[in-house]
């Protein structure tokens, strides 16, 4: 319960009546707006340097690109499977290397066709036999001959005979050493010792026309240089005559080895590639000998030496010709001899540093080593 007196209710106010307010003063009316001015079209922009005009339909080009991409990327797809299938499939069962392509028949190597025996004498002696993996084998025949000649009283004789027989052969040999470079001969007198002839193969005819044979002289043609006479001075080659031609064709050889020893001699012929040639000139100032010289030396040998009959060279006439003539790279003087009835007798040809003399066979045009 409250506590003290009730408060007495107040009266209430009387609220005082509003002043009328004065009225507004009326405005006059708005004038009119003028109409607005319709804006003129604006002008298309220039398009930048290097881009072509706008083209009528551009708009619609633009939404074709907007087009979803699968539907370009689709077709790629499907032509790219084709070709793979056409490459990897198709192609190798059609060229018949696929995995299902049919085996292809392969022909197995057979063993090679080899002599079956090889005859030495009297006696046979059993061939080599290769199997498959040699299939490809041949046996060439050797063109190597041996022969032994045995019971004899002096070896080294009958060697020094043998070899003077192969030098005065038609075409000759020459003492040789392993190099096919003429040399002097062995000392036949020793027990047992070994020598080494050999002399030039002719080549092959070319395709368009015979080659000259290994040995043959070649001289030059008139006019190309003076008479060793008129000029009075050592002759001496020129860089044109000394040119040889090119030729790539192997070069030949047939050899003979004599080996001696007590009461027998073993003759071996063979074939051998290489070219029987004249060693080096020695260095020197020049050429140390002139037409005049090489007859001289010719007039002071004896007959034998040149394989010419008869006690002195008094007994022959030597007509020196003009030029000069090459033999293995080394220029030579030639020399023609006739005997006192006008007979020709031989040609020679002498080297102008004098330490090579040559006889040249008037037949065959080939050259022999004297000197």
Not at 38 to 54: F, R, S
Not at 85 to 105: K, Q, T
Not at 182 to 192: Q, S
Not at 195 to 207: C, M, S, Y
Request: aromatic share 4%.
């Amino acid at each position: 319960m409250p506590f003290g007196k009730p408060k007495e209710p107040k009266a209430p106010k009387e609220k005082e009546p509003k002043k009328p307010k004065p009225p507004k003063k009326e405005k006059p009316p708005k004038k009119a707006k003028p109409a607005k001015k319709p804006k003129p079209a604006k002008k298309p922009k220039k398009p930048k340097k290097g881009t072509p005009p706008p083209v009528e339909g551009a708009e619609e080009e633009q939404v074709k690109k907007k087009k979803p991409i699968l539907l370009i990327l689709i077709p790629l797809v499907v032509i790219a499977a084709v070709a793979a299938i056409v490459y990897f499939i198709v192609l190798p069962r059609f060229m018949g290397e696929g995995p299902d392509a049919p085996p292809v028949e392969t022909e197995e190597p057979k063993p090679p066709e080899l002599p079956e025996k090889l005859t030495v004498g009297e006696v046979d002696v059993p061939g080599m036999t290769l199997e498959a993996d040699e299939s490809g084998a041949k046996a060439v025949l050797a063109k190597t001959v041996t022969y032994t000649y045995t019971d004899l009283n002096d070896a080294g004789a009958a060697a020094k005979t043998y070899v003077g027989q192969l030098q005065s052969a038609d075409p000759a040999f020459s003492v040789v050493d392993e190099e096919f470079v003429r040399t002097d001969a062995p000392d036949f007198t020793t027990a047992e010792g070994m020598v080494l002839l050999a002399r030039n193969l002719p080549k092959p005819e070319a395709e368009g026309g015979a080659s000259a044979p290994p040995e043959e002289v070649s001289t030059p043609p008139e006019g190309e240089s003076a008479p060793p006479e008129e000029s009075g001075e050592p002759v001496s080659p020129s860089s044109e005559e000394s040119a040889a031609p090119v030729d790539d064709t192997p070069s030949y050889v047939i050899t003979v080895r004599i080996t001696w020893s007590k009461g027998q001699c073993v003759v071996t012929a063979d074939e051998e590639e290489g070219e029987v040639t004249s060693p080096p000139s020695k260095p020197g100032p020049g050429p140390s000998i002139t037409v005049r010289g090489a007859q001289e030396r010719l007039e002071a040998m004896e007959p034998s030496k040149l394989g010419l009959p008869g006690a002195s060279m008094e007994e022959y006439e030597i007509f020196p010709e003009n030029g000069i003539e090459m033999v293995d790279n080394v220029a030579c003087i030639r020399l023609d001899v006739y005997n006192e009835n006008g007979m020709f007798m031989g040609s020679y040809l002498m080297s102008i540093n004098g330490e090579h003399l040559y006889q040249i066979d008037p037949v065959t045009n080939s050259i022999r080593v004297l000197e």
